[in-house]
């Protein structure tokens, strides 16, 4: 029997077990890959939106540039009070510086730059930005107008370049921009328009963990973790967070609750292999009761059967003639036929319980009464066998309601156990009582006890204690005490049971009182 229901563990490990696990490992490798997968997503989204606020300062730089380039066409010599207003109009730009293409110094708005120490600087930021120039040139021939950040940059103010075709001259200009106040005002709307309230924005100084703007007030610092350089700001970082959730946040969660998904779902799988193999390994079980049963009982009746067939003919040929031996033989013959019809009864009413046909009829009992007629029905053998037996009856027991027949059936089963379980101290004592709201009938016994795992089991049908060398030699069938369960379930009442190994057992049948 072990071996088939290690060969049904083995199948359902393989069956179930093992592809549960290999999903399981498979799902969480993916998992991993997907929460990589959503993250790299969200950074694209993130990265585009940062292109978007970059490619918008260059429009607005580009824009500008245009127009200095339309008024210095249009308005020649007299154009500072149009340039003048065209820097205004973009907040974060101080001033303008425009060169000829050779470095000199044209004109500046506002004036005040002319003799000033930043007009020098420039001049000698743009003396070591040759190729720098060069290739704004050749941009400029060929239609298109870039910008370039030029010169160590003082703090808060950045120097973009850009070239203009004034009739035939090309011209140097240079924008004086406060980055910080760029993005503050020039870009904020923009910004706002973008984050709409789901994300942070935030610009920073290279090297700094705070930064000079954030687009939303609530922001709490070091939530950050998407950083990207402005292309037209030298040495400035702008940042970009979901709201609410970082991107790490939200994938690490959807990651957790999958991974708690798939936890859960493995549990209930191995929850459920477990209940197959257990159910199994019952049925298993069960099956071997079951034969270990039909052999035993068959034992049963072909040994009783042997020996009245043996004395019938013996007394049938008349071979014995003293009336001592012939009323001994019939009292073998007795003896074996109601061991026979005992047998065959409890079979019967086994299967009658197990059919659901049993019926019971109650009826105003008293519980003495049919302890002292099982007693006398149980008298030759228990004094054959050597018995000491008593009955210690309550007499002022309650009358019960219950099925005669069938708690008589339940009081043979204990007092035959109690004589088939004991060897050398052979006692018997049958007491009647009442306690709590229940009627009892007890038998004791001093026979071989059980011990406190098997008694967990007796009730259960086909079960027998093997281990014993004397319940391995006792026939039984193992149906008994399911037999007395089943009559008690039936009158609503319980068995108590007291049993220590080498010393004896008590069975106590307790009825409901009326
Ligand atoms: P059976 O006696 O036919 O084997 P039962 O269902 O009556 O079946 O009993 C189940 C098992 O419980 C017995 O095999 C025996 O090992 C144990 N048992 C029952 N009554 C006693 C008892 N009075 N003393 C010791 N063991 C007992």
Redesign the pocket.
């Known amino acids: 029997m072990r071996h088939s229901v290690r060969k049904i563990g083995l199948l359902i490990l393989m069956v179930i077990v093992l592809p549960v696990v290999i999903f399981s490992v498979y799902e969480i490798g993916n998992l991993r890959q997907n929460e990589k997968i959503i993250q790299d997503i969200y950074r694209n989204q993130l990265d585009a939106i940062l292109f978007s606020i970059n490619q918008y300062s260059d429009d607005i730089i580009s824009n500008l540039a245009g127009r200095i380039e339309n008024s210095l066409n249009e308005y020649k010599s007299g154009n500072e009070p149009e340039l003048s207003r065209l820097i205004t109009e973009v907040p974060s730009v101080k001033g303008l510086i425009l060169f000829d293409k050779n470095l000199g110094y044209l004109s500046s708005i506002p004036a005040s730059y002319e003799d000033s120490a930043i007009l020098a600087e420039i001049i000698t930021g743009l003396g070591g930005h040759e190729k720098t120039l060069g290739r704004l040139q050749t941009y400029l021939r060929g239609g298109y107008r870039k910008m370039e950040i030029i010169g160590n940059t003082r703090a808060g103010i950045q120097w973009i370049v850009f070239l203009t075709q004034v009739e035939e001259q090309e011209v140097i200009n240079v924008l004086i921009l406060d980055p910080e106040e760029f993005v503050g005002q020039a870009l904020d709307p923009k910004i706002q328009e973008i984050a709409k309230g789901k994300f942070y924005i935030t610009a920073y100084h290279a090297g700094e963990d705070l930064p000079f703007y954030v687009s939303n007030k609530q922001y709490k610092s070091g939530k950050v973790s998407e950083k990207r350089p402005f292309w037209l700001l030298n040495d400035y970082l702008m940042g970009i967070e979901l709201k609410d959730l970082t991107i790490t946040d939200l994938a690490r969660d959807r990651s957790k609750r999958n991974l708690l998904l798939v936890g859960l779902m493995d549990i209930i799988l191995l929850f459920g292999a477990w209940l197959i193999f257990r159910n199994i390994a019952r049925q298993v079980e069960l099956t071997q009761l079951k034969n270990d049963f039909i052999s035993s009982v068959s034992h049963e009746i072909r040994t009783p059967l042997a020996l009245i067939t043996m004395y019938i003919e013996t007394l049938e040929m008349e071979r014995v003639t003293d009336a001592n031996k012939i009323r001994e033989y019939y009292a073998v013959l007795l003896n074996e036929t109601t061991r026979l019809s005992g047998m065959v009864n409890r079979i019967l009413s086994f299967s009658q319980i197990e059919g659901k046909k049993r019926k019971y009829f109650f009826s105003d009992t008293r519980l003495n009464e049919i302890v002292e007629n099982t007693l006398l029905t149980f008298r030759y053998t228990l004094e054959n066998k050597g018995f000491v037996y008593s009955f210690e009856p309550d007499s002022n027991l309650p009358v019960i309601s219950a099925d005669r027949e069938a708690v008589t059936d339940a009081l043979v ?1 204990l007092v035959d ?2 004589i ?2 004991s060897d050398g101290n052979k006692s018997i004592v049958v007491r009647t009582g009442s306690y709590d709201n229940y009627v009892y009938v007890e038998v004791e ?1 001093q ?4 011990s406190k795992t098997d008694q967990k089991h ?1 009730f259960d049908k086909f ?3 093997t281990e014993k060398n004397l ?1 391995n030699k006792v026939k ?7 037999i007395v369960k089943h009559i008690m379930d039936a009158h609503k009442g319980t068995i108590y049971v007291k ?1 220590t190994p080498g010393f004896g ?1 008590l ?1 106590r049948l307790l009825f409901p009182m009326k």
Request: hydrophobic share 40%; no cysteine; aromatic share 12%.
């Open positions: 089963n156990n109690a088939k379980y016994d026979g071989i006890g059980i007796i079960y027998r204690v319940a039984g069938s193992g149906l008994g005490l399911a049993s057992s069975f």
